[in-house]
């Protein structure tokens, strides 16, 4: 978490779970909503982890994160 990399790679992990996004796991398919379930558990231990042992570093992942998506967003923006 000390490294630019470190932080983005633990943010695509917990945002790939959905954790970020205050989704749900539901799904009418119980093994999908199994698999849902799974991955939010282990983005739940790793932000657990992350505010344990570096909290300043989870600031930091989240608005590197969010400067990043507004700068995806802006390059989207232009070309169109």
């Known amino acids: 978490m000390s490294d630019p990399r470190g932080r983005r790679i633990a943010h695509r992990l917990i945002a790939a779970a959905g954790l970020l996004a205050g989704g749900t796991t539901f799904d009418t398919n ?34 590197e994160a969010e400067r990043e998506r507004r700068r995806n967003a802006g390059s989207r923006s232009k070309a169109n």
């Open 30 to 63: 119980f093994g999908v909503m199994a698999r849902n379930e799974g991955r939010q558990e282990v983005a739940r231990a790793l932000l657990s982890d992350v505010l344990n042992h570096c909290p300043k570093q989870l600031t930091e992942m989240l608005d």
